[in-house]
């Protein structure tokens, strides 16, 4: 298999292959492959006889992957997909249930990276933030057209952004004078929207840091699709299937530990981690990355 993408690491690499326990001749639903990190790993325990799937919204992503992936042990299937879509892949695939199901739910580095696809504001580029591009909607198409309540909503309830009401008046104010379709632009407007001054040793974090991973997740209705990605998930495994979840912030991760708690009173899952799982001291100084990353596991239970 080729190597790893320059500046991408795939985060709690250990835990993730020893709590999902991939065995040999499994079938396993990579449901955001992305650059093929995690997916180069399942393969290598799969052995000949197992089977990966591996979906992403990213055609770029996709092709990484496939050329990563080439000399795989096992069969590997990669499609363009949605993991809010696990119901119908598996129906294309010819596959009724899978032993393990698996999801990174972080943005690849090259996304963030790639200055024309407008998820950072490292680099000024188009306010874009599409992952999958059959969405219509980018995210200048949001900051331009939200009402002023509806745009602060967004920023508070997809990133508990709390001057979000700040940050939505001063968009309005600013759009009267001209749209506002690059990073650049919209990072400048969230920083005086706050007063604060990104360039400052005091700002550890860059005041657009929530207002961009809110637009990010509405334009890609990322929400929507956990949710819907959860609610499918226990029809997919087969009982003693593991289920696998990476999410780098809180409101990916409540979800899914709810989700979680709910089919274990249920008596769907078992919970594998009773708390969720994070990067050692080791890992997190050598992937900043890895810091915020929480990985949670539950059982399907027999039926």
Do not use: W
Request: charged share 30%.
């Amino acid at each position: 298999m080729v190597d790893k993408p320059a500046g991408h690491t795939p985060v709690l690499t250990h835990e993730v292959c020893e709590l999902l326990d991939i065995r040999e001749g499994e079938t396993v639903l990579d449901a955001t492959v992305g650059l093929g990190g995690h997916a180069g790993l399942f393969v290598q325990a799969l052995g000949s006889d197992g089977t990966l799937i591996g979906l992403d919204v990213d055609p770029a992503n996709l092709a990484t992957a496939k050329e990563r992936l080439s000399d795989a042990p096992c069969r590997v299937r990669l499609l363009h997909a949605n993991f809010a879509e696990i119901r119908t892949v598996l129906e294309t695939v010819g596959i009724d249930r899978v032993d393990v199901l698996f999801a990174d739910l972080g943005v690849s580095s090259t996304q963030l990276d790639d200055a024309g696809r407008g998820f950072s504001f490292q680099r000024d580029g188009p306010l874009d933030m599409r992952m999958d591009p059959r969405l219509e909607v980018t995210a200048a198409d949001l900051i331009n057209r939200l009402k002023e309540r509806e745009l602060g909503d967004l920023l508070y309830y997809n990133a508990q952004e709390f001057g979000a009401r700040k940050i939505a008046r001063r968009i309005c104010d600013v759009r009267r004078e001209g749209r506002i379709t690059t990073t650049g632009r919209l990072a400048s407007v969230v920083a005086r929207a706050l007063k604060v001054d990104p360039t400052s040793r005091k700002s550890k974090i860059h005041p657009a840091t929530r207002t961009f991973m809110a637009l990010r997740m509405a334009v890609n209705h990322e929400s929507e699709n956990l949710e819907t990605f959860l609610e499918a998930a226990p029809d997919v495994l087969k009982p003693g299937g593991r289920i696998g979840i990476i999410a780098f912030h809180s409101v990916e991760d409540k979800p899914v530990k709810n989700d979680f708690r709910r089919r274990k009173s249920e008596q769907v899952y078992g919970i594998v981690t009773k708390k969720p799982v994070v990067a050692d001291a080791e890992e997190r100084r050598a992937n900043p990355r890895s810091r915020s990353a929480k990985l949670r596991v539950a059982v399907r239970l027999p039926e």
